[in-house]
């Protein structure tokens, strides 16, 4: 289930008559309450996310984690477009950058592809290549993650 429904279905249930909500879709489950005090049943309900990626789209959960220490010097390149992913200068050509390939800011790490216009990515910072997080000639969307770098600051 992704976000947007998610959000939904929790701003349908606030302006209902509903005082309680249950919704399991494959191995996502949510359960949300009105009541100050449990439902007079066996069973308890509270407020679960078991999927933490879709817990963390939300601001307001997403600021109330620490970062993970790891996390702190890694910066991600994201699409500023939505397109096709190439890591090379053509479909079929080397990539312009490999994992554990030191990076300077401004150098080329990827192509978008969009509208038959090759749009160069260029690395956001200094760094050493962490993570590729797309593979050759895949679509991305507007704000996804696509390599992952690590700072040294």
Do not use: W
Request: hydrophobic content about 35%; proline content about 8%; overall charge negative.
């Amino acid at each position: 289930m992704d976000y947007k429904r998610i959000n939904e279905l929790l701003r349908y249930f606030e302006a209902s008559s509903l005082t309680t909500l249950h919704i399991e879709e494959g191995d996502f489950k949510l359960s949300v309450s009105k009541l100050d005090t449990p439902p007079p049943s066996t069973h308890e309900i509270k407020t679960v996310i078991t999927n933490p990626d879709l817990a963390l789209q939300n601001p307001a959960i997403k600021d109330q984690i620490p970062p993970d220490p790891d996390e702190i010097y890694l910066r991600h390149v994201k699409s500023p477009l939505v397109g096709t992913y190439y890591d090379g200068d053509s479909p079929e050509g080397s990539p312009f950058v490999q994992v554990g390939q030191n990076v300077k800011k401004g150098d080329t790490v990827c192509i978008i592809e969009a509208m038959k216009i090759m749009n160069e990515i260029a690395a956001p910072c200094d760094g050493v290549v962490e993570k590729k997080l797309v593979k050759n000639g895949s679509v991305v969307g507007f704000d996804q993650s696509m390599i992952v770098i690590r700072t040294k600051e």
